[in-house]
């Protein structure tokens, strides 16, 4: 049976599944060494807000990199 199609994305293909995988297995990494570093006395966590932030932008993009939206 296939999979229904998500609206305003083409269709991936396997590749590109494992892609979006391997980026959200890092991003879980990344957001549990933030939650590490922010457990770190000392540690500014107005600047570890700021990269925790930028960082979720930057998994965000690398998902719709790989997986093409139509739209907004």
Known sequence: MDAPKITGYPELT???????NITKENAV??????DGIAGTPG??????AIARTDL?????ALTR???RPEGF
Do not use: P, S, Y
């Open 65 to 67: 990199a790989i997986a």
């Open 56 to 60: 979720q932008k930057g998994f965000v």
């Open 14 to 20: 396997t590749d590109e599944i494992k892609l979006i």
């Open 29 to 34: 990494l990344v957001g549990t060494l933030c």
């Open 43 to 48: 540690v500014d966590q107005r600047w570890l």
